[in-house]
């Protein structure tokens, strides 16, 4: 079975939308990574920290699904990272009404060693340097490497970042991070320059509006499956991360027509992450519920047309 190594936050959130609040819940962008991957056929692990008020039942919930915690630093006396906000009515944007560090201020990320040859590397967004050391603690080069980042590092760590992005296989940014990124607002001129920073791929999220795979010339869009119901956006870019990784360690194909079905995989699994706050939906979530969302999907996106002559 092929190993897929998860960088990234373990923590609490506190999560206020037009539908409701919530107080301290699981969260972090490694959580739902690893949530959202552990429905693939790998072995992964999640490199993190969190303090000794991190509840057991938490670890135990990514242990039992088949994910590695051994990578998971417990701080005796230290408390865990936590982040709150606000989301604005359309869901779209949010105000962070609180960011508390704690033990993630002082993060030093130890990489299993049996997770030292992992085929793939799924960077959660942290700061650069941290995702420098994990690559730099590898024994080889992974089959893949993914980067996941945000627009606060491009403002207070940018050459650093661009660093790390000479080392990565694929990036995944929203819109308006792939525009700061680049200084374009065009999305295919942003993915050009993006692509010359050094990932072979681009992967650009638009939320609602689905995703955007870029490799040299070759473009794919993937649309958002139309949802009945949206409480809370809080993780579903991670969660689409990890289905994006988890679908690729698994089968073991890196080529464009193969990370466009990965595209579809991250797009169905993070479409329940929002369902419901936080991580809910993501641990009742079953198989036959992915699967047959993923039939949706299908049906969404697939059409037979006859060109006139």
Known sequence: MNKLLIVGTVAFDAIETPFGKTDKILGGAATYI??????????????SVVGDDFPQEH??????RNIDISGIEVVKGGKTFFWSGRYHNDLNSRDTLETQLNVLADF??????NFKEADVVMLGNLHPN???SVL???????????????????????????EVMKRIDVITINDEEARQLSGEYSLVKAAEVIQQMGPKY?????????ALLFHNS????APALPLKEVYDPTGAGDTFAGGFSGYIAQSSNISFGNLKNAIIYGSNLASFCV?????????????EDVDARLQQFKMLTQFDIELSK
């Open 34 to 47: 690893g949530l959202s991957a552990s429905f693939f056929k790998v072995q992964s692990a999640i490199v």
């Open 59 to 64: 670890l135990d919930l990514l242990k039992n």
């Open 108 to 113: 030093n990320p130890i990489v299993p060693e």
């Open 130 to 132: 941290i995702q420098i």
């Open 136 to 162: 730099d603690q590898m024994k080889q080069k992974p089959k893949l490497v993914v980067l996941d980042t945000m627009n606060f590092w491009m403002d207070c760590a940018l050459e650093e970042l661009k």
């Open 202 to 210: 681009v992967v650009i999220k638009k939320g609602e509006h689905g």
């Open 218 to 221: 070759d473009v794919f869009f």
């Open 275 to 287: 369902e419901e706050f936080g991580t809910q939906r993501m641990e009742r979530l079953t198989r």
